[in-house]
């Protein structure tokens, strides 16, 4: 069983899309680790086809918010201001789809879906700090998470060394190929599909393949100017349109 794994959509179907068209083929599931919604101009279509190409879903932050389970008083500025765009822009069908998604953790094929942290779906796992105690807290369970925007992840060895996960960019489009050690424990990040906060501004997403025990990173780009255009005829703030050519 080969799963694509996609997280951080915000709202972005370009991004989206290319995703899409980039895994055709590679997968056999769909798994969404939460934010579908938020920041970007075409929260509706994003929803539409998230319902069509994925097998299981799970809630972000942002999905709560925009659909007022919660009230987006701890965003900042930009992003409570799209908050509240994209709720008067949903239509109710997706309103009610947001509101029944579930919180992680989700196990699926001996894998937790979160999209923050195991313990707190709203924490950011971001280094040591936070990643370590998910790591030690594990059994028999890898992590698939998001929320950060950051590409990558964390592993702890049977020894207890604890690493980031790293690469160096390939070619094709596949970023890095990471075996899945027997002993070992991950938490593994896809990376954002529509709005990348690790430098690099392509959409990124990964593929899993449990019977060969590898994670495999993918980066594409695809047609940010059209996105940003869109968001500029919405008059959504000026610097969540520029960040998505910076991948910050």
Known sequence: MRYLIISDIHSNLEGFEKCMEEARGKYDQALCLGDLVGYGPDPNPVIDLVREVTTFVI????????????????????????????????????LEYLRTLPAGPLTVNGFQLV???????????VGPTQAL?????????????????????????????????????????????????????????????????????????????????????YRTPYDVRKTQEKMEKARLPMPLVRRLELGR
């Open 59 to 94: 809630r972000g932050n942002h999905d709560k918010a925009c659909c007022g389970i919660t009230d987006a008083e701890d965003f900042n500025t930009w992003a409570k201001i799209s908050t509240l765009w994209t709720r008067m822009v949903l239509n109710p069908e997706h």
């Open 115 to 125: 999209h923050g942290a195991p313990a707190d779906e709203d924490e950011y796992i």
């Open 133 to 217: 105690p998910a790591l030690q807290a594990l059994s028999n369970l890898n992590v698939l998470f998001g929320h950060t925007h950051h590409q990558g992840g964390f592993m702890l060895s049977p020894q207890g060394q604890f690493q980031p996960i790293h690469w160096q960019s390939a070619g094709d489009g596949k970023v890095f190929a990471l075996p899945l050690e027997e002993g070992s424990h991950y938490l593994i990040n896809p990376g954002s599909v529509g709005q990348p906060r690790d430098g690099d501004w392509r959409t990124a997403f990964a593929i899993i393949d449990v019977e060969q025990k590898i994670v495999e990173y």
